[in-house]
């Protein structure tokens, strides 16, 4: 059998195009070089899979029991209640989380790149699919064992815990539809987003389903937060013809939402209806509570873990999907409309009127961001 030859710094140093004496220096004083002579050299260790001797000489007999955890954004509340599904589950296995907050991004690379070539972690768990470092399918077989949630990488081979955001946006617009609801907006996540595409797309489907047009002015984009919510509420009820009911990307933006409805003197239902997305915890304890999709977080987490596990077991692992069950979650922020419009209640306004969608409407989402 061929011994798999050994891999020195020379080897690296060839394929950063760069001395071994820069390379040493770049692994063990990295602020002494340059920012672009460092990212040379970390990709050429990932690719490589190039282990420094003095980095592993106190991990190399024995087996490191470290998970690394990477987080798009912590102060998400939705990454926070996957998390404990993680713990618990790595826990009950004696492995240990660490955690890292992709908006830290200089300090998440230097630290990824650190734990990796040093051997000290066992595998890692991705939360989303912006990741803090350059990563190629064939790069990957030198990184540790890593598994997905909720968003694709579709390059890489690598198992991914979500549910069908699709489907779940389609059944919950479907369902302000069933109410009688005709005029229903969207406020979608970003482009660059990869989950905003399907549950926009979900949206859009339950429409065209019940043969009713797709309006830009009823589509905005925005980002995933509070005040994104409440500046997205505010530009649809200045529209001409208001929407009688909304589906928001999360719930964040909703609960945002409905502060802002009340600024405004509106009823959430009984002159708007709200569905959020995630059945985060604020969902439960807004006024009124919100009707949402509810994703199963603690088994997203709980699931990613166990398939990391398989994988640290030798298992082979099954690439792609893993999908788990939403459920639509039925509060107070739906009803059916009212006779009395949103529009009609404008200073302004005499009647509830409002104009019928066109056959042929655009779908392509309004230019509005915030």
Not at 190 to 219: C, D, F, H, V, W
Request: glycine share 4%.
């Amino acid at each position: 059998m061929e011994q798999k030859k050994k891999l020195t710094m020379k080897n690296v140093a060839e394929i950063a195009g760069v001395s071994t004496a820069t390379v040493s220096r770049t692994l063990m004083k990295p602020e002494k070089v340059s920012s672009d002579t460092r990212k040379k050299v970390e990709q050429a260790v990932v690719k490589a899979g190039y282990y420094p001797n003095a980095l592993c000489r106190n991990v190399k007999h024995r087996k490191s029991h470290n998970i690394l955890v990477i987080v798009p954004d912590i102060s998400d509340p939705f990454f926070l209640e996957i998390i404990p599904g993680i713990k618990e589950t790595a826990l009950d296995h004696s492995y240990l989380v660490i955690i890292v907050d992709c908006v830290q991004q200089i300090w998440s690379k230097k630290t990824i790149i650190d734990l990796t070539i040093s051997k000290k972690i066992a595998g890692m768990l991705l939360l989303g699919a912006n990741l803090p470092f350059d990563i190629t399918k064939e790069q990957q077989p030198n990184l540790p064992p890593m598994v997905m949630a909720n968003e694709f990488v579709p390059e890489l081979e690598l198992s991914t815990v979500h549910i069908d955001n699709l489907s779940a946006a389609f059944q919950a617009v479907n369902y302000l539809y069933k109410l009688g609801h005709q005029h229903i907006a969207c406020v979608a996540g970003l482009e660059t987003m990869p989950l905003s595409y399907y549950r926009l797309q979900g949206y859009i489907q339950a429409l065209r389903r019940n043969n009713i047009a797709i309006k830009n002015e009823y589509i905005v984009r925005a980002h995933c937060s509070y005040e994104a919510g409440m500046k997205a509420f505010a530009t649809l009820m200045a529209l001409p013809y208001a929407p009688t009911a909304i589906f928001f990307y999360s719930d964040i933006m909703a609960v945002g939402a409905i502060w802002q409805a009340k600024q405004l003197g509106l009823r959430i239902p009984q002159d708007v209806s709200f569905i959020g997305f995630d059945n985060l915890k604020c969902s439960q304890y807004c006024d009124p509570p919100l009707t949402t999709v509810a994703q199963p977080s603690y088994q997203i987490g709980q699931k990613m873990m166990l398939l990391l596990l398989d994988q640290l077991a030798g298992k082979r692992a099954k690439t792609g999907s893993h999908l788990l069950d939403y459920e639509l979650i039925i509060r107070k922020s739906t009803a059916i409309p009212t006779a009395l419009q949103v529009a009609a209640k404008r200073p302004g306004r005499e009647t509830d009127e409002r104009r019928q969608p066109h056959e042929g409407e655009s779908c392509q989402p309004t230019t509005r961001r915030f």
